[in-house]
């Protein structure tokens, strides 16, 4: 089975400082991975994916994430934070051919303040 | 492009009425889901599709039916609402299990409030 754990519910930054945000999966064959970010009262938009090519992904915005096999872990960062990076961000592994027909797994999110 | 469109975007509704809410995709996708947000619960699955005339559970179903009558609808209904059902609905689609990678695209969502 899989699951998706993101290891901090709040980060808060100043702008101009790097981000990080940490999440760490648990699967059973080879994942696909995702961040996805929700801007308030907004739907989710994808930010970035890795699909087992290359495990440095960038997406857009300046986000990007390294795949880690050996830590179980994808962790997305942005050398400098902006202020309209203030989000929530969720990590989502996918459920695969098993399960709920290719489902994806929701991590609990991680809001992302940004200091002036 | 209209990608994914939910309605209604807001509703309250009182414990007990139904109520239906539909989700319309313009991309052809063959799969729909519907989530629920919950704060610090992330999103949870409650039924999804992998076809026209087809759904399934998923991880929280109870006190929800879904339809799949047209391909690019899919319409999730409460027969008896419930305080608990409180929540931000979210519709997603994807073309299939084949084609890159597995992206989800998401509607705007629905706010829902039971009292």
Known sequence: ??????????????????????????SSYSPSLFWYVQHPNKGLQLLLKYTSAATLVKGINGFEAEFKKSET????TKPSAHM???????????????????????????KLSVKP | NAGVTQTPKFRVLKTGQSMTLLC????????MYWYRQDP??????????VGEGTTAKGEVPDGYN?????KQNFLLGLESAAPSQTSVYFCASRRNLHSGANVLTFGAGSRLTVL
């Open chain 1, 1 to 26: 089975a899989q699951s998706v754990t993101q290891l901090d519910s709040h980060v808060s930054v100043s702008e101009g400082t790097p981000v990080l945000l940490r999440c760490n999966y648990s």
């Open chain 1, 73 to 76: 872990s994808f962790h997305l």
């Open chain 1, 84 to 110: 309209s990076d203030a989000a929530e961000y969720f990590c989502v592994v996918s459920g695969g051919y098993g399960g709920s027909q290719g489902n994806l797994i929701f991590g609990k999110g991680t």
């Open chain 2, 24 to 31: 319309a995709q313009d991309m052809n996708h063959e799969y």
């Open chain 2, 40 to 49: 610090g619960m992330g999103l949870r699955l409650i039924h999804y599709s």
């Open chain 2, 66 to 70: 879904v339809s799949r009558l047209k």
